[in-house]
């Protein structure tokens, strides 16, 4: 397939940034706003009905962040019954909810969802100017959640990691070093895990996924009075910096579901983050597992502290979210899709049995 020359010019980049240092073709790891990158996502459910009413909820893209996130059209095809676009009054996620009766034929749904997305870098070396957060905006996002609670353990952990912290960089960055150096990934781990934050530091098991590790820093975050949030969103493209394990291998990106945070600074505004990549680093980039003074990891560490990288496509920032129509209980998160058959939820994580496809494909110009 032929490259656009924007992005051959990335990847040129990229290349000669990687062959600048020796044995290590991906350890310059250094996003960084280069353009806008168009992505086109199409979800597709045939879920069987068996003789029961079927419901369906599929997330669609609801962030709108002018740096680095423009949700675009989206549009469905479905021989449900009942089908609408709908929004979480609560927290602002989107989805389409579609509804089918009693029958045998599968219940369908495609969901085709445009996005535009970019590499994200701060400078946190010079205060910049941003919005500031609203009353309900700070409370929002230093409020505990049912599995992301602010008190107990979670708050003595937090008070441990940021005393003696003399500003709330300093607060944000030891918190991203003690969740980089104290938790690991476990590719055991079902989907991205679940984010019950203080389970983990009860048990002393600090290790799962990116919705694990990466709620324990908005939670040890929001704990220390630094609004921070979760940001539940998809993989869509490889990584133009070498990584493997940093992006999207296919097309198919059934399963390459991603959840990265976010904090809050007073000089520079939401600043991301990322250290449950840092540890995916560790664990998947080479056959071997790496260290934390790996070159690969160092860079990615230095990186996902303030950057990240536009091959991503974010849907919300929601928590304990009420499907509408639904039996089952609340979800902690959505960025899978979701169904009922017959009132009985069906597993996400299992997406042959439920059955779901999605697919990821660039919009090149």
């Known amino acids: 397939m032929s490259l656009n020359r924007r992005a051959a010019m990335r990847l040129g980049t990229a290349a000669l940034l990687a062959s600048a240092l020796p044995g290590c073709g991906s350890a310059s790891y250094a996003p960084k706003p280069d353009g806008w ?49 709908k929004t979480d009054a609560r927290t602002g996620a989107r989805f389409v909810h579609a509804v089918w009766p009693a029958g045998d034929a599968p219940a369908t749904l495609e969901v085709t969802s445009m996005a535009a997305t970019q590499s994200r870098s701060v400078d946190l070396t010079q205060p910049r100017p941003h919005p500031p957060l609203s009353p309900a905006e700070r409370s929002r996002f230093t409020a505990p959640t049912r599995l992301i609670p602010t008190d107990g353990i979670v708050a003595q952990t937090a008070a441990a990691i940021t005393a003696g912290a003399r500003s709330d960089l300093e607060k944000a960055r030891r918190i991203y070093d003690w969740v980089v ?10 989907g991205c895990g679940l984010g019950d934050i203080a389970s983990m530091l009860m048990m002393g098991d600090l290790t799962g996924k990116c919705a694990d590790l990466n709620a324990l820093y908005v939670g040890l975050a929001r ?120 009132g009985e939820r069906r597993d996400p994580l299992d997406p042959d049995g439920f059955a779901y496809t999605i697919e990821a494909r660039e919009n090149r110009s």
């Not at 597709?44 to 059209?73: K, L």
């Not at 150096?181 to 079902?190: C, D, F, I, L, Q």
């Open 181 to 190: 150096e104290k938790t690991a990934r476990n590719p055991e781990t079902r």
């Open 223 to 342: 704990a220390s009075g630094l609004p921070a949030r979760d940001v539940y969103g998809l993989r869509v493209a490889p990584s133009d910096f070498g990584y493997d394990s940093l992006g999207a291998g296919s097309s198919d990106v059934t399963g390459a579901q991603h959840c990265r945070a976010e904090v809050f600074l007073s000089d520079f505004g939401w600043v991301p983050v990322d250290p449950a990549d840092v540890r995916k680093v560790m664990l998947e980039e080479e056959a071997r597992a790496l260290h934390l003074r790996d070159p690969q990891v160092r860079a990615a560490r230095s990186a996902l502290f303030g950057a990240w990288e536009g091959n991503w496509v974010a849907y919300n920032f929601a928590h304990d979210v009420n499907l509408p129509g639904a039996d089952g209980a609340d979800l902690p998160f959505l960025m899978y899709p979701q169904a009922e058959t017959g």
């Open 37 to 85: 990158r168009r992505f086109r996502v199409t979800t597709r459910v045939a879920i069987p009905r068996e003789g029961a009413a079927v419901q369906a909820w599929v997330p669609v893209p609801a962030v709108s962040e002018p740096g680095w996130m423009r949700p675009g059209e989206m549009v469905w095809r479905t021989d449900a019954a009942q089908a609408a676009l």
